[in-house]
């Protein structure tokens, strides 16, 4: 019975922090969102859900929801958006500075010279 019990609390915070990571998945792209927001909509305690995220997916659901806006940058990118405002307004950062900061931390580079080097690249593809 308590190896069935352990077995159903594991799951539970599995899929609890499923749930979180989906709900970023979905609304990262809003510059206020937060682990408290997430609280609120799934019911518990923000501090609760940030010891659990960290402690399942072994990084902080701010590490979690900066590498998705990175990613989703770095599509915007890739995809010929070649305005670094507007790439940072829809990767979720509400400041442009602040985004090419990120950026560079991620990646190891500018979003220009980011920008730059896929379009050489897809240049040289042709």
Same mark, same amino acid.
């Given at each position: 019975?308590? @190896?069935? %019990?352990?077995? *159903?609390?594991?799951?539970?915070? %599995? =899929?609890?922090?499923?749930? /979180?990571?989906?709900? &970023?998945? !979905?609304?990262?792209? %809003?510059?206020?969102?937060?682990?408290?927001? /997430? &609280? *609120? =909509?799934?019911?518990?305690? &923000?501090?609760? !859900?940030?010891?659990?995220?960290?402690?399942?997916? +072994? #990084?902080?659901?701010?590490?979690?929801?900066? +590498?998705?806006? /990175?990613?989703?940058?770095?599509?915007?990118?890739?995809? +010929?958006?070649?305005? @670094?405002?507007? @790439?940072? /307004? !829809?990767?979720?950062?509400?400041?442009?500075?602040?985004?090419?900061? #990120?950026?560079?931390?991620?990646? +190891?580079?500018?979003?220009?010279?980011?920008?730059?080097?896929?379009?050489? =690249?897809?240049? %040289?593809?042709?």
């Amino acid at each position: 019975y308590t @190896v069935a %019990n352990l077995a *159903d609390v594991k799951k539970e915070t %599995n =899929e609890l922090t499923d749930r /979180i990571a989906e709900y &970023a998945n !979905l609304n990262f792209s %809003n510059s206020t969102l937060n682990l408290s927001d /997430i &609280a *609120d =909509e799934l019911g518990y305690d &923000a501090k609760y !859900l940030s010891a659990l995220f960290c402690a399942k997916r +072994g #990084i902080t659901f701010t590490q979690y929801l900066r +590498g998705l806006r /990175i990613k989703h940058a770095a599509f915007l990118f890739d995809e +010929g958006v070649e305005s @670094v405002k507007s @790439v940072a /307004i !829809l990767s979720g950062f509400s400041d442009a500075l602040y985004f090419s900061k #990120i950026f560079k931390q991620e990646t +190891g580079m500018t979003p220009s010279a980011y920008f730059q080097r896929r379009r050489d =690249e897809k240049l %040289n593809q042709s």
